[in-house]
Structures are given as structure tokens and as C-alpha cells.
């Protein structure tokens, strides 16, 4: 992911930068779009995801605070090998493929490391809206893995890995009659054992430095 970092910043689409409150200084505010490949190790399967990309603004608050606004997550599918059956050849036909995309779950403070996903689970057998964390998100807390690394200062280009090994993994839901196969194939739920590698890159514009259409405010 950093070896394409050049390129990932050229054609950086700032159009999810969320509108700002009120009251705040633009030049004081930056937009912040990221893009990740997380690992996750979830019960008893592991998958690495399909770029995600996360879009957020952060910045001081009239009275001081530290402010941030939701923008946008943008993901695609990850196929689990093995399928629904978990066997070497268990992906070949194509009804018992299985595939994982991360969904946003409501939650994401930058400043705490703190967020929340969806993992919607994907198959020609399973119902729609089979998910873990249907009910209630998956919640991550991710802690630092060192510092981060500036690639760039112009653009801005900074790199930073992240964990999380603590958090709980439910059961999927809504999955239709494979639901316990399912959650058997997963080892879920899974209290401990988990863990979630997030190595990241990411740029920022201030919003003086946006379009008019990019910089608008919360009304």
C-alpha cells in the first residue's frame, strides 16, 4: 500500500469530506481521507480486506473542543477461502462461495482510535442482510503500533499501523436456515482470539483548500 502512495494521493477524491459545523475556522479544519487493508482474525478465520477507504473531518471547536464529523466508508467484497464449507475446494462451486465486506456501524472517533463495523457476510446461500454485528456493530479499539511515518509533505502523505486484540467477536445473524453452519465455520462467537491489523495511509486538505461544494457547512 505505501509503495502506491504517489499515485493513491494523485487520485484522491475529497468529494465525501463532510460539511462543517458551525462557528469553526475552515483553515483550522482539515478533511481527511485514509485507505486500509485490514487483517482480521475473527473466531477461526482469517482474511485480509479489499481496500477501504474512510473520509472524516477534524478540528477545534469554537469553545476549544476537539471536533470531528463522519464523512463516508467505501469498501468491496474479500473472499474467504474454503466458501461457506471451510474445505480446499469448498469455494469452487459458485453457491458456496463466501465473501466479507466491512460496513460502517456508526462509530468512529479518530482521536480515541475507536470504530465500529459491520461484516456483512456474502453468498448465493445465505439471506440478505446476514451479517456479524447486525444487531450491534463490532466495536474496535485500535491502539497505536508505533509512530507515524510522514512520506510526503506535499501532498501530505502519512502512514501509521494499528491493533486491536481485545475486542468481541458475535455471532452472525439473519442468515437464514445455514445460520449455524455458519457461525460454526466461523468459530463464532468468539470472546477472545481476535485480532485486527490496520495499517493505514492517509492525506488531508484543509477546508480552505476545498471547492465551495466540499467546504459547505452543517446547517
Known amino acids: 500500500m505505501c509503495g502506491r502512495a504517489s499515485t493513491t494521493v494523485s487520485a484522491t477524491d475529497f468529494s465525501d ?4 459545523p458551525d ?5 483550522r479544519w482539515r478533511c481527511e481521507v485514509h485507505t486500509a487493508a485490514p487483517r482480521l482474525t475473527m473466531g477461526k478465520v482469517t ?3 479489499a481496500p477501504i477507504t474512510m473520509t472524516h473531518a477534524e478540528g477545534p471547536l469554537p469553545d476549544g473542543g476537539d471536533g470531528q464529523v463522519w464523512g ?3 469498501s468491496r467484497p474479500t473472499a474467504v477461502p474454503g466458501g461457506l464449507t471451510g474445505t480446499p475446494a469448498g469455494d469452487r462451486p459458485a453457491a458456496l462461495g463466501l465473501a466479507i465486506q466491512p460496513e460502517y456501524g456508526g ?7 475507536r470504530f465500529s463495523l459491520r ?3 456474502l453468498s448465493p446461500l445465505l439471506r440478505h442482510g446476514c451479517a456479524v454485528g447486525a444487531s450491534a456493530p463490532v466495536d474496535f479499539q485500535l491502539k497505536r503500533s508505533g509512530p507515524s511515518t510522514w512520506l510526503s509533505q506535499d501532498p501530505p502523505v502519512i502512514t501509521f499501523s494499528a491493533y486491536d486484540d481485545t475486542f468481541t467477536a458475535p455471532a452472525a ?3 437464514g436456515p445455514l445460520t449455524g453452519l455458519l457461525n460454526h465455520r466461523f468459530g463464532l462467537p468468539a470472546a477472545t482470539g481476535n485480532l485486527m491489523t490496520y495499517d493505514a495511509m492517509y492525506t488531508f486538505k484543509t477546508y480552505d ?11
Not at 462509530?107 to 482510535?113: C, N
Not at 483548500?209 to 446547517?219: N, S, T
Open 209 to 219: 483548500q476545498l471547492p465551495a461544494k466540499e467546504g459547505r457547512r452543517i446547517r
Open 47 to 49: 482474511v485480509t480486506f
Open 23 to 27: 462557528g469553526v475556522d475552515p483553515a
Open 107 to 113: 462509530r468512529f472517533d479518530a482521536y480515541t482510535g
Open 119 to 121: 461484516l456483512r457476510l
Open 17 to 20: 469530506c463532510p460539511p462543517l
Open 72 to 74: 463516508a466508508m467505501h
Open 173 to 175: 445473524e439473519d442468515c
